[in-house]
Every structure is written in C-alpha cells, then in structure tokens.
C-alpha cells in the first residue's frame, strides 16, 4: 500500500485565498484524522471521521474551516478565507476502528499564507 | 498540547546510551500510544499499551503505563544516531467521543 497520501506538498497562497487540502488514507482504514502542526500549538486534532461521518469537529478553529469526506477513500480540508496565522503543517492520518486509533500519518501539506 | 505534555522538552544523549522520555495526560484514557517524528516528515507509531497494562516491550523500546498517576515512560536501549527525531505520546481518550490526542513532543538527539 502507498500508505496515506496528501497533496500538494507545499502551499503559499495570499491571505483571503481559498486553500484546499486533499487526502487519500490508506484503502481498508475507516477512521482519518486532520491534524494541525505549529510550534507554538504542537499537534491539534482539527476533525475525525469514521466511515465517512464527522464524529468531532470541536478542534476546527472557526468557521472559516470545513472538511469533508464524499468516500472512503477521498478528504478534504478547506480554508476560505485564509490567513497568515493558519500557516502550519497540516497533516492527515487514517486507521481502523478497531485498532486502537493506532495512526497512519501521511507527509504532511505545509501551507504557508503571506 | 491540547491536554498533556512530555519531559524533558529535549534530550541530548551519546549513541549507546538509554534515552528516557516522559509523557503525562489529564483524561481519561482507553490506550496510550508513542509515535515518532523526523524532520520534515509525518509521524510514525512506535508502540501502543492498553490502558490495563503497565509495561510493553518491543525490541530496544520500553514504554510503562501508570494510570493512577496519569504518566507513561518511553525507553529506548543502547541508542543509535538513527534515533534523532522528535517523540509525541498520545492518547485515546475514554468516553463521550473516543479521539486520538498527541502531546507536545521532545526532541532527541543522539550524537556518534
């Protein structure tokens, strides 16, 4: 398996922009997770679904972010209007239910806003 | 971090050496689990203990489990170069809706 994959990379884009993170978890996991990485906040639970459903969303900042999962194999992480203070590294993970949570974590999408 | 923290904030160690990093939470918990950071790159679970078990053992890593005190130790044996990065303990918390919460993470790094 290729594991959990995030696109892009990288991402700067200008404060108001929207931005877009996408992920793909690993085919058979049924739970995914959108975490948040700064230095000041260290890891942050944004948002978790299991088979598809948002379960928690209390970690989402404000009302400017949204996620979505259409498909088990398919999530996204939007930010409309961004800001320069969302700059951060944004990862995805995926796991079984019955796992324990134990995480796949992709590589993570580094957005910077300027 | 959301709900815990880990000790010391950054460790510097010679290779051979044992490295032990402490981890402490607030909730809670169904299970506590260590994962592992390199630079740049995603996180990588290491080992995972249930909340009814004191110690697990997989290869040169050691992690005890104590409830009552709400505190986990991670070891590592006989350390390795290839052992500098960044360690997170994290936890699923018990009750209400089950989620996956990371500590702030220490560094560690350990010189040839």
């Known amino acids: 398996d290729a594991g959990v994959i995030q696109s892009p990379r990288h991402e700067v884009t200008e404060m108001g922009q929207e931005v877009t993170l996408r992920c793909k978890p690993i085919?058979?996991?049924?739970?995914l997770f959108w975490y948040r990485q700064t230095m000041m906040r260290g890891l942050e639970l944004l948002i978790y679904?299991?088979?598809?459903?948002?379960?928690?969303d209390s970690g989402m900042p404000e009302d400017r972010f949204s996620a979505k999962m259409p498909n088990a194999s398919f999530s996204t992480l939007k930010i409309q209007p961004s800001e320069p203070r969302d700059s951060a590294v944004y990862f995805c993970a995926s796991s079984l239910m019955n796992s324990y949570f134990e995480a796949f974590f992709g590589q993570g999408t580094r957005l910077t806003v300027v | 971090s959301q709900q815990g923290e880990e000790d010391p904030q950054a460790l510097s160690i010679q290779e051979g050496e044992n490295a032990t990093m402490n981890c402490s939470y607030k909730?809670?918990?169904?299970?506590l689990q260590w994962y592992r950071q390199n630079s740049g790159r995603g996180l990588v679970h290491l080992i995972l203990?249930?909340?009814?078990?004191r110690e697990k053992h997989s290869g040169r890593l050691r992690v005890t489990l104590d409830t009552s005190k709400k505190s986990s130790s991670l070891l590592i044996t006989a350390s390795r170069a290839a052992d500098t990065a960044s360690y997170f303990c994290?936890?699923?918390?018990?009750?209400?809706?089950?989620?996956?919460?990371f500590g702030k993470g220490m560094k560690l790094t350990v010189n040839p």
């Open positions: 679904f299991n088979n598809n459903v948002p379960i928690d």
């Open positions: 909730t809670s918990i169904n299970n």
């Open positions: 203990i249930r909340s009814n078990e």
């Open positions: 085919s058979g996991h049924n739970s």
């Open positions: 994290a936890w699923v918390t018990q009750g209400g809706s089950e989620k996956l919460v």
